[in-house]
């Protein structure tokens, strides 16, 4: 009984520890730390392609989100699609922000790549959203394992041991939100393959 409680603590810490407003960060943390070329960028540049993306992908959809707050028009558990459009509106033009900061930096054009996916998937969630609740959290975590499968493919590189790690990854935030009663099966599974389908093609044929 008393781990039957202490599961929707853990689904809740999963959901924030991997929420979709730190999965970018995440992902750029995993590619500036790879074996692939991203290695070869000096740490000043890294520091600041990270804080880009930090501010542009977490921070500043977070605090757009705390200002929809203030309106008691706004609900912030955002139960129905709906409530979801505006925010996603608002990160889609943040990350775009981002991507033209990085655009100006002489790194390797596969980061504004992720970015540009980033957006599309973004998109595709605000025209899933106007008929249909479908998972934020799986779309992140399903684009960043999209992303890292694509480049993989891409450079010929095996990254067996991240992606295996990035899938436990996603069956837990997917199990976090079922335990929350925030998605059904199916909206967590479209979710997933929306993010994924999206990042990989950009990443793998673009």
Not at 15 to 38: A, E, K, M, R, W
Not at 58 to 85: G, H, Q, V, Y
Not at 91 to 97: G, L, T, W
Not at 191 to 198: E, R
């Amino acid at each position: 009984m008393t781990d039957n409680r202490k599961l929707p603590i853990i689904a809740r810490v999963t959901s924030i520890i991997f929420h979709p407003l730190l999965i970018p960060t995440l992902g750029f943390v995993l590619l500036l730390n790879s074996d692939f070329y991203f290695a070869l960028l000096p740490w000043s540049v890294k520091k600041f392609m990270l804080l880009t993306v930090f501010l542009s992908t977490c921070i500043l959809p977070a605090l757009s989100i705390l200002i929809l707050s203030m309106s008691p028009k706004f609900d912030m558990n955002m139960e129905k699609s709906t409530d979801r459009i505006l925010p996603l509106l608002l990160s889609s033009v943040f990350y775009y922000i981002g991507y033209l900061i990085l655009e100006r930096l002489p790194v390797f054009p596969i980061y504004n790549l992720f970015l540009i996916a980033s957006i599309l998937v973004q998109i595709s969630l605000i025209v899933v959203s106007l008929k249909w609740k479908i998972s934020a959290h799986a779309a992140a975590i399903g684009g960043l394992i999209g992303g890292v499968s694509a480049l993989s493919f891409r450079l010929h590189e095996n990254m067996i041991l991240v992606l295996s790690l990035l899938i436990i990854v996603a069956g837990l935030v997917a199990t976090s939100r079922l335990i929350l009663l925030k998605h059904t099966n199916s909206q967590v599974y479209a979710g997933f393959s929306l993010g994924f389908l999206i990042i990989a093609l950009v990443i793998a044929f673009i």
